[in-house]
């Protein structure tokens, strides 16, 4: 079982639609959760940064974290096609020192005009 | 600044070579970290390096090291290079004891 499980997708959508993407953990230690969005031929961009848990908006972003289940969530409100990339969901259990950051598999989301 | 650059951005070599890829880390971050990303993959965490000493190893065979310079800059190298190792290669670079890491574009490995 890998310690970070998320649905590949593809999910596709049409424009202005709310978005929700989600991963899994088996790993109760992690602490910190981060969501990243990789467009094509790029490295993976920072989204949203969540420690513990609770709820951070950021705009039309809204990360979720219930550590009880150990599932975090990203949703993504009027989404537009400049949305359309991979996200990916990342954990770690000491945020930025020692590195380690374990990623979900990502998902591929289209967002139709 | 001035963010994370890599360099090639593509390379193509035979199995059994060995591979130098390079990263030049955002101005003033003092720790960075390599990633390996498989087609359809999520990154997975190679090594992390603070000042020019290895911090932190993933499940990746010595034959993958590394080398953080004066300058912050680092090189991943790979010898005996096998097909499974085709792959992006990612940098990440971050400021030790602060939040945020700064990931670059990559280098797109392709082994034959």
């Known amino acids: 079982q890998k310690e970070v499980e998320q649905d590949p997708g593809p999910l596709s959508v049409p424009e202005g639609a709310i978005v929700s993407l989600n991963c899994t953990y088996s790993n109760s230690a992690f602490q910190y959760f981060m969501w990243y969005r990789q467009y094509s031929r790029k490295g993976p961009e920072l989204l949203m940064y969540?420690?513990?848990?609770g709820n951070k908006e950021d705009g039309r972003f809204t990360a979720q974290v219930d550590k009880s289940s150990k599932y975090i969530s990203l949703f993504i409100r009027d989404s537009q096609p400049s949305d359309s990339a991979t996200y990916l969901c990342a954990m770690s259990m000491i945020y930025n020192q020692g590195g380690k950051l374990i990623f979900g598999q990502g998902t591929e989301l289209s967002v139709k005009p | 600044e001035t963010g994370v650059t890599q360099s090639p951005t593509h390379l193509i070599k035979t199995r059994g070579q060995q591979v130098t890829l390079r990263c030049s880390s955002q101005s003033g971050h003092n720790t960075v970290s390599w990633y390996q990303q498989a087609l359809g993959q999520g990154p997975q965490f190679i090594f992390q390096?603070?000042?020019?000493?290895?911090?932190g190893r993933g499940n990746f065979p010595p034959r993958f090291s590394g080398l953080q310079f004066p300058n912050y800059s680092s090189e991943l190298n790979v010898n005996a290079l096998e097909l499974d190792d085709s792959a992006l290669y990612l940098c990440?670079?971050?400021?030790?004891?602060?939040?945020?890491?700064?990931f670059g574009s990559g280098t797109r490995l392709t082994v034959v």
């Open positions: 390096y603070y000042r020019e000493e290895e911090n």
């Open positions: 990440a670079s971050s400021l030790q004891g602060r939040s945020g890491y700064t």
């Open positions: 969540t420690y513990s848990s």
